[in-house]
């Protein structure tokens, strides 16, 4: 027999089908769109980003983490249960479509061949597959309870639902081989198994059974899928696009310039939620509220008020609560909790090291470092709220150019006794060693400095310094938030990187190579850079 045989008509006749099914899909498109569709208004709404460079770096990027689930294996059982539901998912989005295809059009028979068979045989695996994982999903949710995990019985019901349309599929087939054993399923060998034991069943139950099969599976697809927008498993929808638009395969954290000159600009950092661009409340919607980012967290390691999850949770629901609002632009919305001191504290926007630890472990690859930029940027530049010990160090930073106010006149002095040419426009050496505020002024990074400097010699490699022109970075201003005063310190050794024909470059120490490698194209200056 062909599988597209296989048809349940007893319980809503062949003319009818289509009809009862179309009520069905109508009203659960209705109710997802009726989610999803604010939703879309206010990604519509927000700052743009670009995040469609390199289109074919992003198609492999994506199929590394999202199809090959390449970050959920540090956890085997859990990645293994994980990528195995998620395989599953794609493959019996093909059997949904079929499930709904023979209900619209039940007379018409397609018969696939040797393609058919292949694909029954993966589906009825992946039935059990999909089934053993859901099953310790529920297991992990119920008795293990990790405490990263976020529990809800959202998750239960929805890991349910998994298991119901494995049931009903497996079920569905073998209900149709229980009422025709002379016809052979070749493929579908679960169905094939389970079919004798229905034959304990008088015939009418299991004509019952296969319809019941045949409207379980639908009605528990439509159910699950009106459930996506409005819960954390929108990340099913959101992830694999969230992926793509990442931007994980490149360094750095994606800070951007901003442009103090466009008189336009009214807002500078983020201090509403709606001041996020797009692709940073797609990330929102994205979080599975695994955990696996507080496990890595320095931050909430030692103790400090910061749960990466946590933030991106609070920011989504604030994102949700307000979103009428922003469509309405309902003037009373200023009456809501602030964003800043308000649903996240300040604090916890200050514990943060920026350290990336977060994003390095996040199987959908949220992005947490230009989120946390954005909203100090919104307390130091919009609010003039930050630490007292910022004060000091800004000021430093804008007379000295290096955080702890040492004079700029010893910047070079570490360096008297080493014999090391200073950068010379008209006699360049190949390379550049950027010693950064660190190396030229903290006692231990000098003994680094001057180790690195042996090392460089002892290699042969021809290199010089920037003596006392060397500039910090800047990069502790645009971590805590003032990308002004980064501005200024960036903008100043650009214009010394270009005058002097700097291209490549030896860093000390992380920050600068981060800053330098990552930072400062904006500026307009291509760089070389490497670290010791
Ligand atoms: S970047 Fe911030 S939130 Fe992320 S792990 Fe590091 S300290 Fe924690
Ligand atoms: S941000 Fe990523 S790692 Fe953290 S809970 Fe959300 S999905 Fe998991």
Redesign the pocket.
Known sequence: MNFPQNRAFEWVSQNLQPFVLGVLVLLATARFLYVLWPKWRIFRQVPGEDRFKYPLKRLGHTFRIAFLQAKMFKEAKAGWMHALIFWGFLIFLLRAAWFFFIGFFPAVELDGGGLETLYFFFKDSFIVLVTLAAIYALYRRTVERPERLTLSLEGIVILVLILAIMMSDALFDAGWQARNPQASMSGAWLGSLIAPMLSVFEVTAIIHLHNMAYWMHVICTLYFMTLLPGSKHF?IVTSIPNVFFSNGFEGGNQLHRIDFENEELENYGVSKIEEFSWKKLL?LH?????????VACPALASGKPLS??QL?VDLRDHLNNETPHLLDNDPQRSDGPLLLGGIINDETIWSCTTCGA?EE????M?E?VNKVVDLRRGLVLMENRYPAEFANAFKSLETQSNPWGFGSNTRADWAQELDIKTWDKNNPTEYLYFVGCNGSFDDRGKKIATAVVHSLKSAGVAFSILGNDEGCTGDPARRAGNEYLFDMLASKNAELFKEKSVMKIVTHCPHCFNSLKNEYAEFGVELDVIHH
Do not use: A, L
């Not at 994205?286 to 507080?294: A, Q």
């Not at 472990?361 to 959908?364: A, H, M």
């Open positions: 990340h990330d994205t979080c599975t509220e695994c955990g696996r980012c507080d990466p999850k991106t977060c472990e996040c199987p959908v949220i947490y």
